[in-house]
């Protein structure tokens, strides 16, 4: 097994079961806006992505701007129930320790959404403490996912290079982004059977996040 000199964890839906809450305020949020969504279409359309990234798209499908206004509104509303509701993913902490372990620390979170909200997650999470001030957002770069511009930030700041990096990701959106910046990736795949990587070369695919600690421990 490759000894990694770095982890580069996701966010939501890898760290955190947030992807159904915030979710659940766009697709009410747009259904108020005029465009009927199913959670399957939401999920579609947005896992993996910034909402701002689909201003395209939801603006035909509306017929109105997205303003900045709409914007803070639905942080608002989204992070009143992430506060409220959100849950760490089973097995995280303990994946996100064996990590820290196996790299003598030099682990980050890379995500694609805002930086205020992966901080609040990873705090509600009790992994703050294992990350400290290595967090990355895609929306403080000229790019996001599936670009890789996040994950050779994360990189970089370790003084690591991105090949000798593992990257934990649950959607292809994101896997692109950690293969297009040379590392090895393993997907995470809560639920289903891992189609969301077919025909990429995701090195491994994980069902539990207690799988990414036997896999880490023998190299500790």
Request: charged share 20%.
């Amino acid at each position: 097994m490759k000894q990694f000199d770095a982890v580069l964890f996701d966010c939501d839906g890898v760290l955190v079961d947030s992807e159904p809450i915030t979710n659940g305020v766009l697709r009410q949020m747009l259904n108020e806006a005029g465009w009927a969504l199913t959670p399957a279409e939401c999920e579609h359309h947005f896992i993996g992505r910034a909402v701002r990234d689909q201003r395209a798209l939801i603006e035909a499908e509306t017929g109105k701007p997205l303003t900045e206004e709409w914007m803070r509104a639905f942080y608002e509303r989204r992070n009143q129930r992430l506060m409220a509701e959100l849950q760490a993913v089973q097995g995280a902490l303990d994946a996100v320790i064996a990590a820290h372990g196996h790299t003598a620390g030099r682990i980050a979170c890379a995500s694609g959404a805002d930086r205020p909200k992966v901080v609040m997650q990873i705090g509600m999470a009790g992994m703050a403490r294992y990350f400290e001030d290595r967090i990355f957002s895609g929306h403080d770069l000229p790019r996001s996912k599936p670009h890789p511009d996040v994950y050779l930030a994360a990189a970089a700041h370790l003084g690591v290079d991105p090949t000798r990096c593992l990257v934990i990701e649950d959607t292809a959106t994101g896997a692109q982004a950690g293969l297009t910046a040379g590392a090895t990736v393993w997907g995470y795949c809560q639920y289903g059977d891992g189609r969301a990587f077919d025909g990429m070369p995701v090195a491994r695919v994980l069902h539990h996040m207690g799988e990414l600690v036997q896999h880490l421990a023998p190299l500790r």
